[in-house]
């Protein structure tokens, strides 16, 4: 908590005139957000960080994801709208809270902004420097002549930055994701190559290769021999294939009785050699393109791998990014381009891991007590930036929904952000329950920014209510209207928030301190100039900004002021002395 007696913000402050103290505090009760369940078996709950006020009234909004694990309820965070209307931000502001108060956190961004929002705390106003961004990627800051300075090394000793885009050959091979389990690690390749290959008559090729290797892997664990794991290998499997059909296409004998082979057979032999060579093909140039590369290691990963990155998950933040995965919203998976199945394949293999990883129970990571503390399941979350991307996916939806269902036994949060609220939808397409009320239940808390279409906000509007959704068809559409631009209720930086016990409000997100709004701006024509000012490694010396919190209450005041005024002037009060009282001019 960043307000009372953690130190930090005094979010409850106001400075009033004497006479004004019979004039009731408007933002004392909150309306929306955490809060705390009582009951005969003891407390539930708690209130977490502060992320804003209510626009109703001004009250601080605190909101933790995991207290609505400690309520009992399901595990998803939504966090929607379209670009440029805030979402970034209060994803950014959840991410720093979560893992500065102890939650180990992992992120998949593919749009770079976590990496960006972790370079400038961990380095200041330093990453203005042209040279910075290239000299991070390629060398590390613990070398004695890394030409930057570390301002606050407690935070980027404890985060880990994944760049995909540079990553090395084989890092993410699905034997060395698995542990070397080879059942676990061949289901894990058949998915990936669900999403690098088009044809099922292709994946059948490869499922005969995943056989072979399955039959031989057997035979030297019963001869206690060492066998080599690793996706590369398919392809040396797929060319026995090849082999034996070339045979037949030549007119040879094949396998150890003798046969007569018929022009038939030598045609179709033919055949089935090509289309085997043409998988083959593309898998070598597969492993080594962009991304796909990275999940084709050749078995030597497994003796040489270092601890550290995902087989460890052993920081409190690890930021998994992808540089230019931008795949076609509107289109099935089969009409991607080869860059962007790549790509995707190398970011479902890294969130698998991740998930198997946290449903595990493992209690590898206790940021919050002494290495020797008993064990226990710390608290974690995922976030999911351009959630889209994996539920366009069938195996990527699978492993969100399973995340979603299970976190909470895991003390395991979903925070999944995207541009439509269709995408959660699609999580429970395939549950035979009905999609928006399965959906609701999967994610008690949603954020609504502003919508970029009519149908948008429809479907953001049916997260917002209960599963009915609104009878009357002219207040549903006056409803959505607000969610969008032209509606003109949702400037950038405020949402509709959905709290876990079904409040719906509308919420100014606000960072609070300057360092962290400069942190957290992503717009690259405005990130440098925000990123002007150094940052102190010490929190207590960040700067707190109170612009958002002194406009706002400010407008809730005079609105009451306003209302006081109109009912005046209605004659609806009988003390002679009101005006005295609250100022109100006649």
Not at 180 to 203: H, Q, S, Y
Not at 571 to 584: A, L, Q
């Amino acid at each position: 908590n960043i307000t009372g007696r953690a130190g930090g913000i005094a979010g409850g402050e106001r400075y009033t005139d004497i006479e004004a103290l019979a004039m009731a505090r408007l933002d004392s009760s909150p309306t929306i957000g955490d809060s705390v369940e009582y009951g005969a078996r003891g407390t539930m709950g708690w209130q977490g960080h502060a992320i804003g006020y209510s626009r109703e009234n001004g009250a601080l909004v605190h909101f933790d994801p995991h207290v609505q694990i400690a309520r009992n309820k399901a595990a998803g965070v939504a966090v929607i709208g379209a670009s440029g209307g805030g979402k970034s931000t209060l994803s950014l502001m959840l991410f720093f809270w979560m893992s500065e108060s102890g939650v180990q956190t992992v992120v998949a961004d593919p749009k770079d902004d976590f990496r960006k929002f972790a370079y400038y705390i961990s380095f200041g106003n330093q990453v203005n420097d042209p040279e910075f961004a290239e000299t991070i990627l390629m060398r590390s800051p613990s070398d004695p002549d890394f030409p930057y300075t570390v301002i606050n090394r407690d935070f980027w000793e404890q985060t880990e930055i994944i760049n995909l885009w540079r990553g090395r050959r084989g890092m993410l091979d699905p034997w060395l994701m698995c542990g070397g389990n080879f059942r676990e690690g061949a289901t894990l390749a058949r998915e990936i190559m669900e999403l690098l290959l088009v044809d099922k008559d292709e994946l059948k090729i490869v499922d005969r290769a995943l056989q072979k290797m399955g039959a031989e892997y057997d035979r030297a664990v019963s001869e206690n021999r060492p066998f080599r794991l690793g996706l590369s290998r398919l392809v040396e499997y797929i060319g026995q294939d090849i082999e034996y059909y070339q045979q037949i296409a030549d007119g040879k004998f094949a396998g150890d009785t003798a046969q007569t082979i018929t022009v038939t057979d030598m045609m179709a032999a033919r055949q089935g050699a090509q289309e085997r060579q043409d998988v083959a093909d593309r898998l070598t140039r597969a492993a080594e393109e962009v991304y796909a590369n990275l999940l084709f290691g050749d078995g030597s990963d497994l003796e040489n791998e270092e601890e550290g990155g995902l087989r460890a998950l052993n920081k409190r933040r690890t930021i998994i990014t992808l540089k230019g995965l931008n795949p076609p919203r509107n289109k099935p998976t089969s009409q991607w381009s080869t860059s962007d199945r790549n790509a995707s394949a190398a970011l479902y293999t890294a969130l698998h891991r991740i998930s198997t990883f946290f449903l595990s129970g493992s209690t590898a990571v206790k940021p919050n007590g002494p290495s020797d503390a008993p064990a226990s399941s710390p608290p974690r979350a995922l976030i999911i930036d351009e959630g889209y991307i994996l539920t366009r996916i069938p195996a990527g939806k699978d492993l969100i929904t399973v995340a979603l269902r299970q976190g909470r036994s895991y003390n395991f949060v979903v925070i999944f952000i995207s541009q439509q609220a269709s995408d959660i939808a699609q999580l429970q397409a395939e549950t035979g329950e009905q999609a928006t009320e399965t959906s609701t239940n999967q994610f008690p808390t949603v954020f609504v920014f502003k919508q970029g279409s009519m149908d948008e906000a429809r479907d953001a509007l049916r997260l917002l209510r209960d599963s009915k959704g609104v009878d009357n068809p002219a207040e549903a559409n006056e409803l959505a209207m607000m969610l969008t631009s032209e509606g003109g209720h949702l400037e950038t930086g405020v949402c509709v928030m959905k709290d876990v016990d079904g409040r719906v409000g509308t919420v100014c997100t606000d960072p609070m301190f300057v360092e962290l709004w400069a942190a957290s701006e992503t717009n690259p024509e405005r990130r440098s100039q925000h990123q002007q000012g150094q940052i102190s490694p010490f929190g207590r010396e960040w700067t707190v900004d109170s612009q958002t919190r002194d406009a706002l209450r400010t407008g809730v005041v005079r609105g009451v002021v306003e209302a006081a005024r109109l009912d005046r002037r209605q004659g609806r009060f009988e003390m002679d002395d009101w005006e005295s009282h609250v100022g109100v001019a006649g």
